[in-house]
């Protein structure tokens, strides 16, 4: 299996998310790209559609993402 795709299946709840490049590159992501750094996932949305709810941050708005639009941040492991 793909990793990327299987790390897309792994979201859940609480996770820390930002703006993948497809995200980016949407118009109608322009105010989230410019204004928010990150979001945490606050709520799986309709299953067929595929869609997540995140919380964004400075900003704390919330918006609705195709999973393709956002990417779980790593987190950097101290050595």
Do not use: C
Not at 1 to 11: I, L, V
Not at 26 to 52: A, C, M, P, T
Not at 58 to 77: A, D, F, G, T
Request: proline share 3%.
């Amino acid at each position: 299996m793909d990793a990327t795709k299987d790390r897309r299946e792994n979201m859940k709840l609480g996770d820390l998310v930002e703006l993948s490049a497809y995200g980016n590159k949407r118009q109608y992501n322009d105010s989230i790209k410019h204004r928010d750094k990150f979001g945490l996932v606050v709520q799986k949305g309709n299953e067929l559609l595929g869609w997540w709810r995140i919380r964004w941050y400075p900003s704390n708005r919330v918006v609705n993402h195709y999973r393709n639009e956002v990417k779980i941040v790593k987190l950097k492991k101290k050595p």
